[in-house]
């Protein structure tokens, strides 16, 4: 079994966009855009895709992708979880194969436009800190948590203190500690702490900041990211292998 395999999630069932994963974005399905910046990075050794639906599974196999199996129904639903999924994914390859793989590279469909040299150096740093659980991918936020509120009985409180006070959410944006959001563009995870603790997580995560990316929600933003691609096809061109005319 290999060392390092990226896991690709592609079930078919979006409710926002119909058949998202596989919605083609300059040519090619959504998909493929994460199998593709996969095999550019050279610490991969195998890419899987796992969905629920027999046409997914052949567009990724199409990319070059593996899709051994098909994920449960049960196991596609709105709400099922990451950990499920994933799991499932461990308990096959350690049923048909013997063993399973040291580290999981989480790639989201969802963020296509996504830099292998990023997701490479995203190993090496996880690999560089042998006390973290697990690595995720986070962008600063553009206006710091510390101003944002939620609802208190229909009153607002202060997100990060709770408090009722909102004065002290109006002072200047630099006295407040940067924050950070997840995004979709690589976590890295660990087999074996999944399947001791099942989490797929833990309590000494590495942040790993990237550059803040679109990612696909809705309709309207296929036409935003074919408008980045148009305008900026360095990236296009890497993972695809596009020639330039210049």
Not at 76 to 86: G, Q, R, Y
Not at 131 to 136: F, K, Y
Request: charged share 25%; hydrophobic share 35%.
């Amino acid at each position: 079994m290999s060392d390092t395999i990226a896991l690709i999630p592609a079930r078919s069932g979006s409710k926002g966009v119909r058949d998202k994963n596989i919605k083609r974005l300059n040519d090619h399905p959504l998909i493929a855009y994460a199998i593709k910046a996969a095999h550019k990075v050279k610490a991969i050794q195998r890419v899987f895709v796992s969905t629920d639906s027999e046409s997914y599974a052949n567009v990724a196999k199409e990319y070059g992708a593996e899709v051994p199996f098909l994920r449960p129904p049960e196991l596609s639903e709105d709400d099922s979880t990451d950990i499920e999924w994933i799991r499932h994914t461990l308990q096959w390859l350690k049923r048909e194969e013997g063993t399973v793989p040291r580290l999981l590279i989480h790639l989201r469909p969802t963020t296509p436009l996504r830099d292998p040299v990023i997701v490479r150096k995203a190993i090496e740093a996880i690999e560089a800190d042998e006390e973290a659980t697990a690595l995720r991918s986070v962008h600063e936020m553009s206006q710091t948590a510390y101003k944002s509120f939620q609802l208190n009985q229909n009153h607002l409180a202060c997100l990060c203190t709770g408090s009722m006070d909102l004065d002290a959410a109006n002072l200047p944006r630099h006295q407040f500690p940067k924050t950070y959001q997840p995004n979709g563009y690589v976590d890295v995870l660990k087999s074996e702490f999944i399947l001791n603790n099942n989490q797929l997580h833990g309590n000494k995560v590495l942040a790993y900041i990237t550059p803040h990316v679109k990612e696909v929600d809705v309709a309207e933003d296929f036409s935003y990211l074919l408008y980045q691609i148009n305008h900026h096809k360095e990236m296009f061109s890497r993972l695809f292998d596009v020639q330039s005319n210049s």
